[in-house]
């Protein structure tokens, strides 16, 4: 094997469909904090004071988990293997545990005329440590082991590979410090949202997981 087949990808972030009120509920802050607790920690309870439904939490936390699972699943068949569903689904709850592990805060740092930019003050873990920690440990347990193939060995070490990346993530612990990332938002819907959705999910992607 001559490469480390890391499963890092940035957040997948759906638009935010949130029902206006007369003027915005909650500052900006707010509502990026709310946002990093629905993707990150797994938390709903900000968001839906914001006023996004149920249903549309559920189509937007599905979109980030089939992301998730897709890139897995390429990322083994790019290396001439298959993942079992099982497996990927430990795989995915086990990265979801260690980001719900991470504390956060947020804060205005300016604001005018509809437009405000917030600092995200976020713990991280370092997954690419992580990651290239659980393929080296499972390189070394193949080289002690005798295979009839490759491939018999190949799927030794992606599978040993895989747990191991399972237990790393089950026993993750955040940083003792912040990384924080600015954002920058807007008023739609007469609620504060990041202004680009895209650049927000990739910037806090690399965030949390020590790429910042």
Same mark, same amino acid.
């Given at each position: 094997?001559? &490469?480390i087949f890391s499963i890092l990808l940035c957040v997948c972030f759906c638009p935010i469909l949130l029902i206006g009120c007369s003027e915005p509920q909650k500052n900006a802050a707010d509502s990026v904090k709310a946002i990093y607790d629905l993707?990150? =920690?797994?938390?709903?309870?900000?968001?839906? #004071? =914001?006023?996004m439904t149920e249903e549309d939490i559920t189509a937007a936390r599905q979109t980030y988990d089939n992301s998730l699972k897709e890139t897995i699943r390429s990322n083994f068949a790019? #290396?001439?293997?298959?993942i079992e569903?099982? *497996?990927?689904d430990e795989l995915c709850?086990?990265? &979801?545990a260690a980001l719900s592990k991470m504390k956060s805060s947020a804060e205005i740092v300016?604001? #005018?005329?509809?437009?405000a930019t917030v600092v995200i003050h976020t713990t991280y873990f370092k997954e690419a440590e992580l990651d290239a920690d659980a393929f080296y440990a499972a390189k070394?347990?193949?080289q002690q082991n005798q295979f009839s193939s490759v491939e018999e060995q190949q799927v030794f070490l992606m599978n040993t590979y895989t747990q191991n990346l399972i237990e790393a993530y089950q026993n993750v612990t955040p940083s003792e410090e912040n990384t924080d990332i600015s954002v920058e938002c807007v008023v739609q819907n007469n609620t504060w *949202?990041?202004?680009?959705m895209s650049s927000f999910g990739s910037d806090l992607a690399l965030a949390v997981t020590g790429q910042n």
């Open positions: 094997m001559k &490469k993707y990150i =920690l797994g938390d709903t309870a900000g968001i839906t #004071s =914001l006023g790019n #290396s001439g293997q298959e569903e099982h *497996v990927l709850e086990a990265r &979801k300016s604001e #005018s005329e509809g437009r070394e347990a193949a *949202v990041p202004a680009n």
